[in-house]
């Protein structure tokens, strides 16, 4: 099975700062990668698709790159409403749609 | 608008059963594989379970296989979770979500239901 491993798992910023989160496949999956936006006691909302397009309604300031292996989520100047829980999703095979273990966003 | 409502959570013993269901309203749910996926209080999320759009495919995490069978009704527009000989480890936030592109599997998690909590414990 595919294994995605985050990090950092917490990450302290401040409103304005630009913020990089990694995420890393145990093997290549080419560009089939998801990121997604938790808050506490909500569902999640998918935020990038296919490593690097913007799902419709998601803040430009929102932009995801990579291939293969290694893949970043990047915020370009952190709001007030995007502290928050992120997660990696890899959707390479047919038979397994795995998850990162979450890099949660405080506020510094 | 584009809607997923989960409904039949609750408190089972362990080795008992429980029967989720999401509601699908708002898009052609005849078109779309629909899946769960689960969170344990304060944990990450799991993918449990897959259905194609039309019944034909599903898959399983090894961690179900074999205890949990997802299915489908199209005539009623909603996706089902049966769990059997449930854990204790099998408590958890259970969420509905819709595949993002029409007929494919292999897709990214566009619609996701509000989510429904069931506890395993004596």
């Known amino acids: 099975d595919i294994q995605m491993t985050q990090s950092p798992s917490t990450l302290s910023a401040s409103v304005g700062d630009r913020v990089t989160i990694t995420c890393r496949a145990s093997q290549s999956i080419s560009s089939w990668l998801a990121w997604y936006q938790q808050k506490p006691g909500k569902a999640p909302k998918l935020l990038i698709f296919?490593?690097?397009s913007l799902e419709s309604g998601v803040p430009s300031r929102f932009s995801g790159s990579g291939s293969g292996t290694e893949f970043t989520l990047t915020i370009s100047s952190l709001q007030p409403d995007d502290f928050a829980t992120y997660y990696c999703q890899q959707y390479n095979g047919y038979s397994s749609w795995t998850f990162g273990q979450g890099t949660k966003v405080e506020i510094k | 608008q584009v809607q997923l409502v989960e409904s039949g959570g609750g408190v089972v013993q362990p080795g008992r059963s429980l029967r989720l269901s999401c509601a699908a309203s708002?898009?052609?749910?005849?078109?779309?594989?629909m899946h769960w996926v689960r969170q344990a209080p304060g944990k990450g999320l799991e993918w449990v379970a897959v259905?194609?759009?039309?019944?034909?495919?599903?898959y399983y995490a090894d961690s179900v296989k074999g205890r949990f069978t997802i299915s489908r009704d199209n005539s009623k527009n909603t996706l089902y979770l049966q769990m059997n000989s449930l854990r204790a480890e099998d408590t958890a936030v259970y969420y509905c979500?819709?595949?993002?592109?029409?007929?494919?599997?292999?897709?990214?998690?566009?619609?996701w239901g509000q989510g429904t909590m069931v506890t395993v414990s004596s």
């Open positions: 296919k490593a690097s």
């Open positions: 979500a819709k595949s993002y592109w029409e007929l494919l599997l292999n897709d990214a998690f566009d619609i």
């Open positions: 708002g898009f052609t749910f005849t078109s779309y594989g």
């Open positions: 259905v194609s759009y039309d019944g034909s495919n599903k």
